[in-house]
T-cell receptor, first 115, second 113 residues
């Protein structure tokens, strides 16, 4: 399978715990995005990387959230001191940025439940 | 601020019928309008996209109609099939920026026999 891979698929944690998610993009893709999707809503942009550089962060991304993409390959999203409001599907997407041909490929997401 | 409004929230269509989902946007800088299809437990997958230099784009049974002056665009699914039952999201982005997508709230489509 050469698609976007996310791990774990499901994560249940207690409020106050830290969690980390991993995303492996399609290998030749230089752009990587994180989105959050709550039940009944469309995905909301969180942050994106071009290669290893984090180029934009949404206001949704509080200081409890941090994302990294070392060496421009896989990415991790860490949430510290989780809150019940963090419960959502966290989606990763990747693309090869070329003008007028941008196409985002999404992974199947990590479903986070904070108890 | 919700920049892309999508309707209806849910839609039931008989097999063989036409499914129509509508979206309206506010930001006139948007210049790329994709539609995504999402099945339960999966991430969204790109279905079809349009840029504002054309008023219609057709790919198989899927057509996007675009009205730049009204700031509206719609997805038409012809000859709807049970396998089309999914949640559909419209989205918009600004090309030349960071291309991040702003999504609508989704339409849950059910095709009944």
């Amino acid at each position: 399978d050469t698609g976007v891979s996310q791990d774990p698929r499901h994560k249940i944690t207690k409020r106050g715990q830290n969690v980390t998610f991993r995303c492996d993009p399609i290998s030749e893709h230089n752009r990587l995005y994180w989105y959050r999707q709550t039940l009944g809503q469309g995905p909301e942009f969180l942050t994106y990387f071009q290669n290893e550089a984090q180029l934009e962060k949404s206001r949704l991304l509080s200081d409890r959230f941090s994302a990294e993409r070392p060496k421009g390959s896989f990415s991790t999203l860490e949430i510290q001191r989780t809150e019940q409001g963090d419960s959502a599907m966290y989606l990763c997407a990747s693309s090869t940025w070329a003008r007028r041909t941008e196409k985002l490929f999404f992974g199947s997401g990590t479903q986070l439940s904070v108890l | 601020q919700q920049q892309v409004k999508q309707s209806p929230q849910s839609l039931i269509v008989q097999k063989g019928g036409i499914s129509i989902i509508n979206c309206a946007y506010e930001n006139t800088a948007f210049d790329y309008f994709p539609w995504y299809q999402q099945f339960p437990g999966k991430g969204p997958a790109l279905l079809i996209a349009i840029r504002p230099d054309v008023s219609e784009k057709k790919e198989g049974r899927f057509t996007i109609s675009f009205n730049k002056s009204a700031k509206q665009f719609s997805l038409h699914i012809m000859d709807s099939q049970p396998g089309d039952s999914a949640t559909y999201f419209c989205a918009a982005s600004i090309e030349g920026g960071n291309e991040k997508l702003t999504f609508g709230t989704g339409t849950r489509l059910t095709i009944i026999p």
